[in-house]
């Protein structure tokens, strides 16, 4: 099965799973989703993520985190789509929610976070943003 949009596909999927509260969401697994997922790790917004081979294909397990029942993600919103893609400079990289949230880029040096582009002053497409 071929999607057009995997990395809306992952923010569809983690963002139905939170809704009916579920520990964990599984889903096809790519090098950029365990990107992503990494970067969720590090800044907290889930618990830890596994990659599993399975009937010769790799499935990416987001271990999902709660606070006092509710879900650490609030708001997990695709910017860059296929039919319209999103660059931004350094110096011109959203703040999301005052520095509360952060923006995942795809820069020349690999996906990070708004904070990290910063700083290595290199700019890229706006992939999702969460908070």
């Known amino acids: 099965m071929s999607l057009s949009d995997p990395i809306g596909d992952m923010i569809a999927r983690v963002k139905n799973a ?8 599984e889903l096809p697994s790519s090098n950029f989703k365990v990107k992503i997922a990494e970067i969720l790790k590090n800044e907290g917004f889930v618990k830890d993520f596994k990659v599993n ?5 790799n499935l990416l397990s987001l271990e999902l985190k709660y606070h006092s029942g509710n879900p650490v993600i ?9 039919g319209r893609r999103i660059f931004s400079s350094a110096d011109g990289l959203p703040k999301i929610n005052n520095g509360l949230g952060i923006a995942i880029i795809s820069t020349p040096k690999g ?12 700019g890229g497409e706006i992939i999702c943003k969460v908070f």
């Open 74 to 82: 609030n708001t997990f919103e695709r910017v860059s789509k296929p």
């Open 18 to 25: 939170q809704s009916r509260n579920h520990k964990k969401v």
């Open 111 to 122: 996906v990070m976070t708004d904070l990290d582009a910063r700083k290595q002053h290199v």
């Open 53 to 57: 081979s399975e009937n010769n294909k």
